[in-house]
């Protein structure tokens, strides 16, 4: 596979059309062309292929989404870019970190790279969705970007920073298609037996999506922790309350 089959872009929840085209500019600059739209303004805005230049292309078979999960289902590896740290946005890697550690990934696999919206970024839950985290290193003194100058960065760490790994040094990992099942049916369980607050189980689940994000499950991993839920969920048929309740 081509650079260009391994890397996507996605834009959630962007406002500006013109940015959308800048951002397809960014990308043809670097040889990039699946650009992925969460949730959009309106892309048919003259702004858009205004701003796009010559590269109307990248805009014209950008695929629109209405939700991030979908966005990401074919892709193994998903990269949050964000510019804020916190109690969950501590494992933050730079962009050319991040080129490093996919080039050890097989070499079939899809890396997302989901930018958020311009005044805000990306929710926390949307973080949560995505297995890496990474910021750009800027001066202290103003650290926002532009959306497009974001994006072109990362690409440009792609472009020429990606080496793929000996093939005896490459792992497939589960994909979003299979995580995120998993983690549906983790929470589930979780709840079922008392362990989560039915009030606020995204705090706890945020917890359990970085300790798996940080295992780098494959398959079959996935496959294995799904069937202990499914006999944790048998076995808690008879299930009588919170342990101390």
Known sequence: MELKDKVCIVLVGTQSPGNIGMVCRAMKNMGLYDLRLVNPCRVDHPDAPMFAVSAKDVLESAKIFTSLEDALADCEY??????????????????SDIVKRFATCSATSRVGLVFGREDSGLTTDEVAICRWQSTIPTADEYGSLNLSQAVLIFC?????????????ELRELAGTKSLEPFY??????LLRIGYLNPQNPDHMMRTMRRIFARAELDERE????RGMLSQIDWAAAEFKGKKGK
């Open 156 to 168: 440009y760490e792609f472009l020429m920073g990606y080496t793929p790994a000996a093939p005896s």
């Open 184 to 189: 549906d049916h983790l929470e589930r369980t």
């Open 78 to 95: 998903s990269v949050a870019t964000t510019r804020r740290h916190g109690k969950y946005r501590n494992e933050i890697s730079t962009p």
């Open 222 to 225: 996935v496959s294995s922790l």
